[in-house]
């Protein structure tokens, strides 16, 4: 009997000693990835111009924002901003929650469903976030330029130190509540029928 109870204290111990990594594995990664990023997101749109005109924009460029809900959450929410050289609209703008699970990244658009998907062949450190939406083709690769862990106190040219607080200002300046977009550059020719991602042409 107190073999049995050894035996069960240390399969219990190793449980948990795969339980407390696998949730640090999951704060580490989501630590990487929350900040400020930069690079090819995979963005496009389809916009209806009526009589069955539909076109398809590329995005160039997105800057995409991961923000905790607290100090080393594995969830939070975010916010994109994709831009575009051609089209009705050249800029976007959407909001979205996060959740790191395992190797797993799910990102959920509550207004745009199209968008929502789940990253999980990718690699990711704290400088470059590279892999594919879902199971497809769609590729993205962002460099960071701001980490919301980053709090390395610097001075300035007057000689006062203080810390870097420009990434939280610049995501809580934001509106959450809602998605928007620019103003169209002809509004009274169609609207948008879709949102996705792509890979890289």
Sequence with gaps: MKRMNK?????????SVFAFTACDDDVDRAMALSGDWTGYYGSWYAYDYGHGDIVEYDSYKSDVVFYPDY???????????????KGPYRQQYFRFYWDVKGRDIYLTYPHNHDLD???Y???LSNYHFTGY?????????MTKITSYYDWSPYYDDWGYWYYDDWYYGYAKTRNLNKDSVEI????????IVKYGHRIKK
């Design 7 to 15: 035996f069960y204290a240390w399969m219990l111990g190793l449980v």
């Design 71 to 85: 100090d080393y959450a594995t969830h939070g929410y975010g916010i994109q901003l994709d831009y575009y050289k």
């Design 117 to 119: 998907t789940v990253i």
């Design 121 to 123: 062949d990718y690699t």
């Design 133 to 141: 939406f879902g199971d497809s083709d769609d590729f993205f690769d």
């Design 184 to 191: 169209p550059l002809k509004p009274e020719e169609g609207k």
